[in-house]
Structure formats: structure tokens, C-alpha cells
């Protein structure tokens, strides 16, 4: 499963320039058609009205437990665990994510990989925690995932009713990738009370919802498998790039759409609701050792920014992110102090300088994949101390000059 994330979202440059490039509107509509693209008139559907209260009641017809809201303490405390063990949480970072894949196939490589009685993503870490919940045994496909991906893979340089790009090629391959037998597999991991979940943002409600996908899976039918791809797409949808993902709830004896975003728009990755991190927290999750797998440097870093909507929104959706990852990682860093959870934080080294020259560059991802699996394989990807948070930033960008 590979897609396209904002965290960072890849240099501002890249998306501008892919923007810039795009080619006319009714040739492209002929292309995504004659691929196999989503029907156009889909995007051009009115929503039916619903009110706040129809809001916060609203449920997925049939599987009562697929999602809760990610902010909220009680509803957290309601899906937790009944398996001991480690804890992952994932990251986006868009064609970054290569590093997080790389560290865990190393991490396999070096035959002390744990089993994770949870593993949550957000973005592209969505895309990458169901095969880190299912094991090694999915390292194969992370790796070709994300050594043999291209941009045409991910979006077509159309801009739709709400979206700079259309994202139907990203919708196509989690389709193909997410099968009965993926959402068996990891029913069954439910089933011993493991957990996996993704977050996305519900626009509409202004807050982050986490998807409980092994409840999701555990359906075991079509309607099962199209809510799981579903969430996956909105995790991984950029406001403003990719449009958000409508998903039918119920409430109040109506149906209706929710619209779904990027689940790094609320937080960059997800451990637990913010209540349960405070010294207050009425409820303390079954934790002793958390990982956390940063698909990104955690400084920032110099980009020119360019001239076009694409440029400007893209750099700015990285900055904003990056930042909130920093603050993220302090947040989770004095809370796991707190209460005694062994913390392990791995993120692209400073050191990593391959060039990008454009969304969802070959060379670039298969050079950091590779750079994230030496790291994983040498047991040096996480550190247990607090990484250098410093704002010096760096002298230069990964992007083209």
C-alpha cells in the first residue's frame, strides 16, 4: 500500500512544478476514463444536510465499534487492547514513508522485531501499519511498495470540484492491494485482542477520528472491505492537493456523508487521546514501551518556496506539520517520563542528503529506504533519549536546485 501524505508533503517546488505541468482538462479526463478513473459526476454530488446532533451520533450502519473519536478519553479507553505488548505508532511524510519502511524490514532483518500489541498511523503511516501489524512476513511487499513507486501511481495533474490533483490512481492500488485476505488476516489478529488503527480527520466535525480496523475487518463482507479502503484513502487525502473521502454514517433515523481528510491535519501521529497524556488522566492505558516511526527530520528545513497555489500551499502545509510533529514528540516525550513508558523515537537522520526531483522520486525513496533499513538491520534507528529538537534547521533542502 503506497500513498501520498503532508508531513512533509514532499519539497513545494516538486507540487508546484507538478501543477504548473499539469496537462489540459479534457484531455486528462480522457486518460483517468480510459484508465479506469472515478466516475466524474461522483465528485459533483450534493450532500444531504445534517445537524451537530446528527453528528455526534452518528454510527457506521452494522459495525458499532468501527470508530470512535480520537480525542476523546472514555471512547478510547472503550477499544483498548486485551493483549500485552509494545505499542507503534506511525507517522506520515508522504515519499518519506520509504524510511519507515526501510526500518522495519531491517528491524525483521536483525530477527528482534517485536509483535506490537497495537500499531496506529496516520497519512502514509496508514498505509504502512497494516503490514507492521501483520508482521515480517509482509516485508516483501512494504519493500516493493515503496522501491517501485511513481508519481502516476499516486495523482493525476487534473484538478477536480475540491482538489489541486486527483487522486483516483492512489484509490486504485489500495483496491487492489487491500483484499478479503488482508482484512482476514488481520481479523484474526483482532480476534486475540491486538489492535490497528488509523486516524483521519472528520472535516465536517473539526475533529480527529481513529478508525478501529480490525473491528472493520472482522465484517468480514463487501461492505467490510470498501469502509476499510475508504478510511486508508482519507488518511491519506492533503487538503487542498487530494479531495477527502465521503464516508455514509447514520443518526437519528437518516443516512448521510461525512467528509474525511488527512489524519495528520489533528496530530502527526497518534498514541493516545491528549487527556490520557496529562498528569489528571483518569484512565491509563496497558503501555510500557511505545515506538514512534517518524517518516520526516524532525528540523526544519530551507526550501524556496515557489510562486504558484501548489508551491505556496504545499510549503505551508509542511511547515505547519512539521512544527506540530516537534511538538508532538516533546508532548509524548514528558508524558511517557511521566508514567514510565519506555519511549523509542526513530526519524530521518540529518545526515540523509539525497536530492528529490519530484513527487514520489524512484531514486530518492529507494536511496532512503535503503538508508532505513541499515539503520533498522544496525539496531540504530530508535533512540531512547529525546532527539535534538533545536530550530537551527538545515543549510540546504532535499529538493532540486
Known sequence: MLGATALPIGPARDWGAAYAQGKNKKKSEKAAEKKGGAPKDAQNAERAPFTVADQNAAVIPGIPDA???????????RILPQAQGPWLAISGGGSDGAYGAGVLTGWSAAGNRPEFAVVTGASIGSLI?????????????????????????????????????????????????????????IAAEHARGRRLFVATTNLDAGRR?????????????EKALKLFRDVLLASC????????????VEANG??????????TITAPFFVMPEGMLSAKASTRPPLNQLYVLVNSKL?????????????????????ALTSALRAEVMLISVAAQRQGIGLHIAHVDPSFNVI???P????????LYEFGFAAGKKGTAFEDALPDLSMRGSTGSNSAQ
Do not use: C
Request: charged share 25%; hydrophobic share 40%; proline share 5%.
Open 356 to 358: 528529490s526531483r519530484g
Open 360 to 367: 514520489f522520486d524512484g531514486k530518492y525513496m529507494q536511496a
Open 299 to 319: 528540523g526544519p528545513e530551507f526550501d524556496e518556496t515557489g510562486r504558484s497555489v501548489a508551491g505556496v500551499l504545499g510549503r505551508s502545509i509542511a511547515v
Open 129 to 185: 501499519a497494516p503490514y507492521a501489524f501483520l508482521g515480517p512476513k509482509y516485508d516483501e511487499a512494504i519493500r516493493k511498495n515503496f522501491t517501485t513507486i511513481a508519481a502516476a501511481d499516486i495523482f493525476e495533474d487534473r484538478v477536480t470540484r475540491d482538489s489541486l490533483f486527483d487522486s483516483w490512481p492512489l484509490k486504485r492500488v489500495i483496491e487492489q492491494q487491500v483484499t478479503p485476505k488482508l482484512l482476514a488476516e
Open 209 to 221: 477520528t481513529l478508525w478501529n480496523m480490525g473491528a472493520i475487518a472482522s465484517r468480514g463482507d
Open 254 to 263: 437518516k443516512k448521510f456523508e461525512e467528509l474525511h481528510s488527512d489524519g
Open 67 to 77: 470508530r470512535v473519536w480520537g480525542d476523546s478519553e472514555s471512547d478510547f479507553a
Open 237 to 248: 487525502s492533503i487538503p487542498g492537493f487530494f479531495s477527502p473521502v465521503a464516508i455514509e
